[in-house]
């Protein structure tokens, strides 16, 4: 198949070069969408800002809540009213809790042995007297 | 990525880049991203002057489609506008631009191909005259320039259109230099076969 020499056909491209020139709407689409993203970038750029600085107070915020409230507890030991004398007062003063009920000096036995012995100081002056 | 870098090198250190042959174009490129990085979205409309012809005459070989290769300029230029100093700073600023140019072009391609399979090809790329004497070989050449692949007919741009080194071409396409030349001669091979008869033809009507 004839060809034509390379150097001819990259004459024929060189001559055919050619500038085409975009629709005139064109360049103003461009320099608007252009506008409009730089805009956009401008404002994400913004917000991105304003987050991460909300987030960083809402850090610190919940940071500066834990110390306080951590150092909270020690503030009674302290305070007078938490004093060993009061404490002592509430505990010898107030014998009145059920569980604080003052036994009875043989108590160490069964429930069994109890009834036994209150039977036993029962029938007392009669088995003294039965003995007579 | 040698040969957008922005990092200065020794002069004695030989480079892929320093084959370039800086233009009066290409200065001029690199003068409208210098203001578009001062002054901001502004001075967009100085490069978009200077280069848009150019970028929509490229971003088509690879598109095949007028209003894609406008789309792909404008998402181009947009990018740039984002980011001014990316292209202030590139080392050759045209150059950077083809190729956010083409990779823009890419992503058009590969997001409308279904559609386009079933629409005929855009009769106004590389054709906006009518067609008589020299003019009518002219117009040949760009039909027959526009059968190629477009991995070779973008090439023949950058190569002959664009008077671009093998090294630059390999370095925007992100092939080696030797590619980009074997592209070169295989499409120069196609448009001589083609070409032969038809320019015969048409010089002897």
Redesign the interface.
């Known amino acids: ?6 150097e001819q ?2 004459e ?12 005139k709407r ?2 103003e ?3 608007k ?3 409009q ?2 805009v956009r ?1 401008k404002v994400s750029h913004r917000m991105i800002a304003a987050g991460s600085a909300s987030i960083l107070v809402l850090g610190m915020g919940i940071l500066l809540i834990r110390a306080v409230a951590t150092s909270r507890p020690a503030v009674p030991e302290n305070t007078p009213t938490a004093s060993p004398t009061s404490v002592e007062a509430t505990t010898v003063g107030a014998p009145a809790t059920p569980a604080a009920a003052p036994q009875h000096p043989g108590s160490s036995g069964s429930l069994g042995e109890e009834l036994y012995r209150s039977s036993e100081s029962a029938d007392g002056p009669v088995g003294h007297r039965s003995g007579l | 990525m040698k040969f957008f870098k922005t990092k200065p090198t020794p002069d004695s250190v030989k480079t892929i880049v320093d084959t370039h042959d800086s233009s009066e174009f290409a200065d001029r490129v690199r003068f409208c991203a210098e203001r578009l990085a001062e002054q901001g979205v502004s001075a967009l409309g100085g490069l978009y002057d200077a280069t848009a012809s150019r970028l929509v005459r490229y971003a088509s070989t690879l598109t095949r489609q007028r209003d894609d290769a406008e789309d792909a300029v404008q998402a181009a230029l947009v990018r740039i506008a984002l980011r001014p100093g990316l292209l202030a700073r590139a080392r050759y600023p045209w150059a950077y631009l083809l190729k956010i140019t083409r990779n823009e072009a890419l992503n058009i391609v590969r997001r409308r191909r279904p559609m386009r399979s079933l629409t005929r090809p855009d009769a106004r790329i590389w054709s906006d005259a009518p067609p008589h004497g020299e003019e009518e070989i002219h117009q040949l050449v760009r039909l027959a320039l526009r059968k190629l692949p477009s991995t070779q007919a973008e090439v023949v741009v950058l190569k002959i259109w664009e008077e671009m080194t093998f090294a630059e071409i390999g370095e925007i396409l992100g092939q080696s230099p030797n590619t980009a030349a074997s592209r070169y001669r295989y499409a120069l091979q196609k448009l001589s076969q083609h070409l032969h008869s038809v320019v015969q033809e048409v010089r002897h009507a």
């Not at chain 1, 198949?1 to 390379?6: A, G, N, R």
């Not at chain 1, 070069?17 to 629709?23: E, G, K």
């Open positions: 198949m004839p060809e034509l020499p390379l056909v990259e024929l491209v060189e001559e055919s070069v050619f500038h085409p020139s975009p629709c064109h360049r689409q461009v320099l969408s252009a506008v993203a730089t970038q």
